[in-house]
Every structure is written in structure tokens, then in C-alpha cells.
Nanobody
């Protein structure tokens, strides 16, 4: 059974940076595409970044483009989301998700999900 565990969330001031990790077990990362989602209080879950199985294709939501970078290290079975220039409106629970084929922003496109990690951007 594939399991995903996010880490790296926390409290950061506006303009600061955080790096989230998504460790995958029960399967090889090289066999999965990874999506990153966030859910702010009272809002739905939205896709913000994704990376294809090969790592050759990435997508970003416009609101994070140029600030967030998705990457992966197959040797460590870990995907990453580097977040720079964070804003208060980035405050949310961040989730990673994996699927053997899909790498877009549809929540129902992914078979496997992590438990989420809280990111709070506040002065």
C-alpha cells in the first residue's frame, strides 16, 4: 500500500520561505506523478503544483508561479515543494498526492494522499 507523509510545515513571516517534503513508501516514486494541494480554512482543496512521473513536466497555479518550485529525488523516494516569498494568503493545510498516471490539479485524479501539513504565514 502506497503511503505519503508530508513534513516541513510551520509558521513563517511574510516574505519567508519553507520547504515541504513528501516521503513515499510502499512504492517507487519513479512510478508516480505527484501533485501538491492546499486547503485554506473554509475553502475547498486546490491544486497548486504538480510534477509528472518522469519529472520532466511541471504545472503551477498562477497564484504560486514564480514563487513555488516542485521537484523530486527518486533515490530518496521524496518529492519537494520549495515555497519562497510566502504571503498570508498562502496559509493553508498543504497536501501531497500521488497517482500512477494523472498529474493535473483535479482532486479526484489522485489515488494516494498524505495527511497534510499546516503552513501559516503571519507576522
Amino acid at each position: 500500500q502506497v503511503q505519503l507523509v508530508e513534513s516541513g510545515g510551520g509558521l513563517v513571516k511574510p516574505g519567508g520561505s519553507l520547504s515541504l517534503s513528501c516521503a513515499i513508501s510502499g512504492g517507487a516514486l519513479s512510478h508516480y506523478a505527484v501533485g501538491w494541494f492546499r486547503q485554506a480554512p473554509g475553502m475547498g482543496r486546490e491544486g497548486i503544483a504538480s510534477i509528472s512521473m518522469s519529472g520532466g513536466t511541471t504545472y503551477y497555479r498562477d497564484s504560486v508561479k514564480g514563487r513555488f518550485t516542485v521537484s523530486q529525488e527518486n533515490a530518496n523516494n521524496t518529492a519537494y515543494l520549495q515555497m519562497n516569498s510566502l504571503k498570508p494568503e498562502d496559509t493553508a493545510i498543504f497536501y501531497c498526492a500521488a497517482d500512477s498516471e494523472y498529474y493535473g490539479f483535479r482532486v479526484d485524479g489522485y489515488d494516494y494522499w498524505g495527511q497534510g501539513t499546516q503552513v501559516t504565514v503571519s507576522s
